[in-house]
C-alpha cells in the first residue's frame, strides 16, 4: 500500500491513515504501452472534444469558444430552419441555469469576419515590419527553449526525490526483513 495507511497493533485490524509526507509514490515503474508524447496529446484531444452534429460536420469553433465571464465552452446552435446567418454559438451555464451567468451569444458568421480581420491585420503587420517580427519569433523560440528546460529541470528534480524514496524504502525494508545471509 506504499504506506499510505498502519495499523497499531496486530490484535487491532483498523487501518489509521499515514501523513502524505510518509507515502512512497513509484511513479514509471512499468513499461509504458504507449509513449508520454501520445499520452499528452491524447490528454489535449480530449479537453476539446469535437463531435459532428446532426448535419455530420464539426463545427469549426468547436472546444476553442468560451464565455468571457464564467469561462464555461460556448456551444453551437443550429437547427434544419435556420440559414447560416442564423446558427450561433452560445454560453452552456447560460443554456443550464440562468441564473449563474448571462447571456452571452455570437453568430459563426460574426466571429468568422472578425477573426478574417485579425489575421488581415498580422498578415499586413508582418509585410511592414519583416524584420520586427523576424526578433520577435527568435526571442520566442529562445523563450521555449529556456521554458523546455525548466521543465527538464524540473522532472530532475522529481527523479532525485525518486531515488531518495527508493532508498528510504530500501533502508526500512533492510530494517523489517531479517538477515537472509545468517542461518535460521
Not at 509526507?21 to 513499461?31: A, C, K, V
Not at 459532428?52 to 456551444?75: M, R
Not at 498578415?123 to 520577435?136: A, L, T
Request: net charge positive; glycine share 2%.
Amino acid at each position: 500500500m506504499n504506506f499510505r495507511t498502519h495499523v497499531k497493533s496486530y490484535k487491532n485490524k483498523k487501518r489509521v491513515d499515514n501523513p502524505k509526507d510518509d507515502w512512497l509514490i513509484f511513479e514509471n515503474t512499468h513499461e509504458p504501452i504507449i509513449t508520454q508524447q501520445e499520452f499528452d496529446l491524447m490528454q489535449e484531444l480530449r479537453k476539446n472534444k469535437r463531435r459532428p452534429t446532426k448535419h455530420e460536420e464539426v463545427n469549426q469553433f468547436s472546444g476553442i469558444c468560451y464565455c468571457a465571464d464564467c469561462g464555461k465552452k460556448l456551444y453551437l446552435c443550429r437547427a434544419t430552419t435556420m440559414t447560416a446567418d442564423q446558427e450561433h454559438l452560445k454560453c452552456g451555464t447560460y443554456a443550464k441555469d440562468k441564473n449563474c451567468c448571462t447571456i452571452h451569444f455570437i453568430r459563426t458568421f460574426v466571429l468568422k469576419e472578425i477573426i478574417l480581420g485579425e489575421l488581415n491585420k498580422i498578415v499586413s503587420f508582418v509585410k511592414e515590419n519583416e524584420d520586427k517580427f523576424v526578433q520577435v519569433a527568435m526571442d520566442n523560440s529562445a523563450q521555449k527553449q529556456s521554458s523546455e528546460l525548466a521543465k527538464s529541470r524540473k522532472k530532475l528534480k522529481e527523479y532525485e526525490k525518486r531515488t531518495a524514496d527508493l532508498n528510504r524504502l530500501f533502508t526500512r525494508l533492510s530494517l523489517i526483513l531479517p538477515n537472509r545471509s545468517q542461518p535460521m
